[in-house]
């Protein structure tokens, strides 16, 4: 019996690791649609994008442009419950995220003076709602992984302003990739 308990073990522990995402009574797991995702969950409060580019055949008389979308969408599911952050790739599931705790209600949990340093774009717009002003300055870097191939990943860099309507400040957020690197004061 010990003997059949530890392999059972053994092979729970080597077996790849699976996730679902509870919706209500239904559940959402990877490989799952775009579509049935959002007839299990509802709509996402906040949903973000981007684009990667491969090029085949860059060196040659003929080259290929192929682009590839990554969709990104968050889930309050309340202040008991965690958000989600799920991630599809041209609209399959791939890839799950945890987040911190939900909210009552969408952009009235704002506090001016907390850090919001490593927060991802989900989950700033959770608390504080929509920046007054998002300015984006986009940059990309090449990956070149044989002759005649290239791969531009996007560096996704924004800057969101709010106004807490606190004080004469105004709070600038940097961020990289959808998290905040960097909050500094601005002047009114």
Not at 62 to 81: K, V
């Amino acid at each position: 019996m010990r003997r059949l308990f530890i392999a059972s073990l053994f092979l729970l522990l080597a077996s790849p690791s699976a996730w679902a995402v509870r919706c209500g009574n239904r559940l959402v797991v990877e490989g799952a649609q775009d579509f049935q995702v959002r007839d299990r969950c509802g709509e996402p409060f906040w949903t973000d994008s981007y684009v990667d580019l491969e090029v085949l055949g860059s060196d040659g008389p003929f080259e290929r442009l192929r682009e590839i979308r990554y969709d990104i969408w968050y889930y309050n599911f309340g202040p008991a419950n965690l958000m989600r952050r799920l991630v599809f790739h041209e609209g399959v599931l791939i890839r799950e995220q945890t987040l911190g705790y939900g909210v009552r209600e969408v952009g009235r949990q704002c506090d001016p003076d907390r850090d919001y340093t490593g927060l991802s774009t989900g989950e700033l717009v959770a608390y504080c709602g929509e920046p007054a002003s998002r300015r984006r300055q986009p940059e990309s870097t090449v990956e070149r992984p044989f002759r005649g191939a290239e791969r531009w990943h996007p560096t996704r860099r924004e800057t969101w302003i709010y106004d807490f309507g606190t004080s004469h400040l105004l709070r600038r957020m940097s961020l990289v990739d959808g998290r905040v690197r960097e909050v500094d004061l601005l002047e009114r």
